[in-house]
């Protein structure tokens, strides 16, 4: 029997999960790695560090497994999305630290490259720091002799697929979802844009191909000598692929550190009124591309986290569930976490937290029902967004991502949604896209509906709620948000 491996390079750690013919996780490694902040707004990662980690976890997961590189029919890749590498052509050096897409040092640059309708309309994508062009253009800006470095054809960009592409095989690629992330790709022709590249400033020489998300790229050399690196997707959109979200209106949301929403448009992109985001979903080899319209949430996750950190009212994250579940209902407290503005579908850099509702009757516990609450209520304006923009109300949500081990949230979720919430067996999905990807680019798996059919839940939440009481709820929540506005 052989084996698919996925390498899952995220924002705090690379893991390298060994999936078998069933789709089934075998085994895995996870390593941590630095993460860089040289002045408030900015956030690094070193691309040499990450490297090392992928080779690491790929060798601890083959030996926990007791399997060799021969094991192995193919490698996927997934990856945190936009984070910006530049290296040498020739010594495979990079030539900066990566800039992760957290790193807002670009805001003041983005009014300089026109219009944004034309990077809307384009792209798919608001002219926004997130995304890896202006991250790109900031370093062909400070690093010394980078320009010309990149005009004569001696350095190299590429966003986290491509670095990784580039050290497995040598070749010089991206994939169309990773592309879809860096503002600089027309969205129609699948192509870099060369309006949009030159009114950024970006050489094309140093861009990488763009080629599908499903196809064997080259052969791996080093541990995986051999290995056909057969797929690459952004992570969210491998997480959209791993939930078989083959369909148009099939949707699903991740719930880490942020939470993405991703909803399968079909072949044909639709341009957001409602502020999400339009990216390519996937696309296999020879076929057409799939879309996806997108709702990023930027702090789900991570709003436990700073419960835990900064305000210390829980010790561990899975401690949230029983805080909250000990009081009936939040008291009137809402917890609006705009830490660093607010994403979909508001896009409002001037926003920030608040708690609102305060009395004397709250307590932790109240709050730590808010916080939970507030993943739900972001969600639920997501989904308002999408239902708006494609016309397709949504029918149900596949949930994947740290936080769906929590009963007490997936429950609030559905009440609030309106809709059925289901969470697969397996939790992996971001992995398990990669696997999926890798397999039929290979022949491992013969088509999508195999994979369709190995999908199975694990859990199912219904709604439950009084609609009275939804209405009334949500009604407060828009009131927090609007009290979160024109703050910074
Ligand atoms: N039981 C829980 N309830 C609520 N949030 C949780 C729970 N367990 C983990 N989390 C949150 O989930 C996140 C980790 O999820 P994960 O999918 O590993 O994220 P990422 O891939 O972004 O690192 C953390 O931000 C953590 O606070
Ligand atoms: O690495 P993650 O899971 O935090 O995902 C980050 C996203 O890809 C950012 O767009």
Redesign the pocket.
């Known amino acids: 029997m052989r084996y698919i491996a996925a390498i899952d390079q995220?924002?705090?750690s690379s893991r390298c999960i060994i999936f078998d013919h069933h789709g089934a996780v075998v085994s895995s490694s996870n390593r941590e790695h630095r993460q860089i902040f040289p002045r408030p707004g900015w956030v690094e990662h070193d691309p040499e560090e990450i490297w090392a980690n992928v080779k690491t976890v790929v060798r601890h997961a083959l030996d926990e497994a007791g399997l060799t590189r021969a094991d192995l029919a193919a490698v996927g890749i997934t990856n945190q999305r936009e984070t910006t590498v530049v290296w040498d052509r020739r010594t495979g050096r990079p030539v900066h630290n990566a800039i992760v897409w957290q790193d807002t040092r670009t805001d003041t640059m983005l009014p300089s490259f026109g219009h944004p309708d034309v990077f809307r309309e384009k792209t798919g994508l608001p002219l926004a720091t997130y995304f890896a062009g202006p991250k790109l253009r900031w370093l062909l800006d400070n690093v010394p002799g980078l320009r010309e470095r990149a005009e004569a054809g001696e350095v190299l960009f590429g966003t986290i697929d491509t670095w990784l592409i580039w050290n497995l095989t040598g070749r010089h690629l991206t994939d169309v979802t990773n592309a879809s992330r860096t503002l600089l790709m027309n969205l129609r022709s699948l192509a870099w844009d060369d309006e949009i590249i030159e009114a950024m400033g970006i050489p094309r020489a140093m861009l990488p191909e763009i080629r599908a998300s499903v196809e064997v790229y080259g052969e791996a050399t080093g541990d995986l000598a051999g290995v056909p690196v057969a797929a690459a997707f952004g992570d969210q959109q491998a997480a959209l692929f791993g939930q078989t979200c083959f369909a148009v209106g099939d949707a699903k949301c991740t719930?880490?550190?942020g939470s993405f929403l991703l909803l399968n448009t079909g072949t044909r992109p639709v341009v957001s009124q409602h502020g999400l985001l339009t990216t390519v979903g996937y696309k296999i080899s020879g076929q057409q591309a799939v879309y996806a319209l997108e709702g990023a949430i930027a702090v789900t996750?991570?709003l436990?986290?700073w419960l835990r950190d900064n305000l210390g009212i829980i010790d561990s994250?899975?401690e949230?569930?029983a805080l909250a579940a000990s009081v009936e209902d939040n008291g009137g407290c809402y917890l609006v976490p705009a830490f660093a503005g607010l994403f979909a579908p508001h896009w409002r850099t001037d926003a920030r937290g608040v708690l609102a509702g305060l009395t004397g009757y709250i307590t932790k516990a109240h709050i730590a029902r808010a916080a939970?609450e507030a993943s739900a209520w972001q969600t639920r304006e997501v989904v308002d967004a999408m239902n708006a923009d494609s016309k397709v109300d949504l029918t149900g949500l596949r949930v994947d991502?740290?936080?769906t081990?929590?009963g007490l949230?997936m429950q609030f979720l559905a009440d609030v949604l309106d809709v059925p919430v289901v969470r697969p067996v397996v939790s992996e999905t971001t992995s398990l896209g990669a696997a999926y990807g890798a397999g039929l680019a290979v022949g491992y798996w013969p088509d999508l509906a195999t994979l369709k059919a190995q999908w199975q839940a694990s859990a199912q939440w219904s709604p439950a709620m009084d609609p009275a009481l939804r209405d009334r709820e949500l009604a407060q929540w828009r009131k927090a948000v609007q009290r979160t506005l024109d703050w910074a």
Do not use: H
């Open positions: 995220g924002t705090t719930y880490g550190t996750g991570s436990i986290q994250a899975d949230i569930e939970l991502g740290g936080m081990a929590n949230l």
